[in-house]
């Protein structure tokens, strides 16, 4: 027994004297990021939601939101990023969305990092803003942003659970004046998600895309209880609102025509997959189930 323990201390000690021998070997991460140009709005917001707003020195031309980024320099957007700008700023990292690929190539060979985002659903959005805290040193933020957002989510679903859920079609496109270039959300997607948790079921849930172009015919076909239409902030007036809902009246046997329930809802939120989504969504559920939220 006592040989055996003389082994065992003998062989630790052999092992201890190896591991102090030998340079410990560490995956370095990259620094998080001080100098960020976003080319994406819906990430720009979610820089700001988690307290990186000071770190952004650059946005998209399309950026609006918060106010803070008005200020800032704009670098062109998804079909027209300004590279010859965007590498005077010397940035460390930038975001882009993940079909720009050729921009991509480009900040490699400069040695500038990039961030990737490709539209998904609800849950990418959350899964986004952990991925995004950690690559510009915020990570508890971003997962406490996230956290919040499902908590708040969670809180919409629970307001409208039991009520019945109507059949909705949701347009995010079309000719105001008439039903031309319609554009409908399809089974996947952020805005689908958003309907789904603001109780209502989407009349085109069995077609697997985002963006769906029915005709008048298949409208008609599928007959929705309600229609929601949800546009920008700035592309639709009062007067605007009004012409928009007569259009529908030429599908007078539509039973959401019939029940005049036609809801035009004006609001980046409701079309930006970033950290608004929760009012999005709640401006959904309040068109859809207003005694929910008397």
């Known amino acids: 027994m006592v040989a055996g323990s003389k082994r065992l201390i003998g062989v630790l000690v052999a092992l201890a004297i190896v591991w102090w021998a030998c340079p410990v070997v560490t995956q370095e991460r990259p620094a998080p990021a001080t100098r960020i140009i976003s080319l994406v709005p819906a990430l720009t917001e979610m820089l700001f939601a988690i307290g990186a707003g000071p770190q952004v020195i650059a946005v998209s031309s399309f950026d609006e939101f918060p106010p803070e980024v008005k200020a800032l320099p704009k670098v062109g957007a998804l079909l027209d990023p300004d590279m010859e700008r965007i590498l005077a700023l010397r940035p460390d990292l930038v975001i882009s969305y993940g ?24 849950e990418g959005v959350l899964t986004t803003l952990e991925s995004l805290g950690a690559a510009v040193g915020r990570q508890a933020d971003g997962a406490r942003v996230a956290r919040d957002i499902r908590q708040r989510l969670d809180a919409i679903k629970a307001r409208v659970r039991g009520r019945p859920r109507p059949r909705t079609l949701l347009v995010f496109e079309r000719d105001a004046a008439s ?116």
């Open 179 to 294: 039903l031309r270039g319609v554009y409908v959300s399809g089974g996947v997607g952020f805005l689908h998600d958003m309907l789904n948790i603001a109780g209502g079921v989407n009349v085109f849930a069995d077609v697997a895309k985002e963006s769906v172009q029915p005709s008048v015919e298949t409208i008609l076909a599928r007959a929705p209880e309600v229609i929601v239409e949800v546009r920008a902030a700035g592309l639709l007036g009062p007067a605007d609102i009004a012409q928009a809902k007569r259009a529908w009246r030429a599908l007078a046997s539509v039973p959401a025509v019939q029940r005049d329930r036609i809801e035009i809802l004006v609001g980046e939120h409701l079309v930006v997959p970033g950290p608004r989504v929760v009012q999005g969504t709640e401006a959904i559920a309040r068109a859809l189930h207003p005694d929910a939220f008397r």
């Open 99 to 122: 079909s720009q690929t050729d921009l991509q190539a480009q900040l490699a060979r400069a040695g500038i990092r990039v961030f990737s985002y490709r539209h998904a659903g609800l």
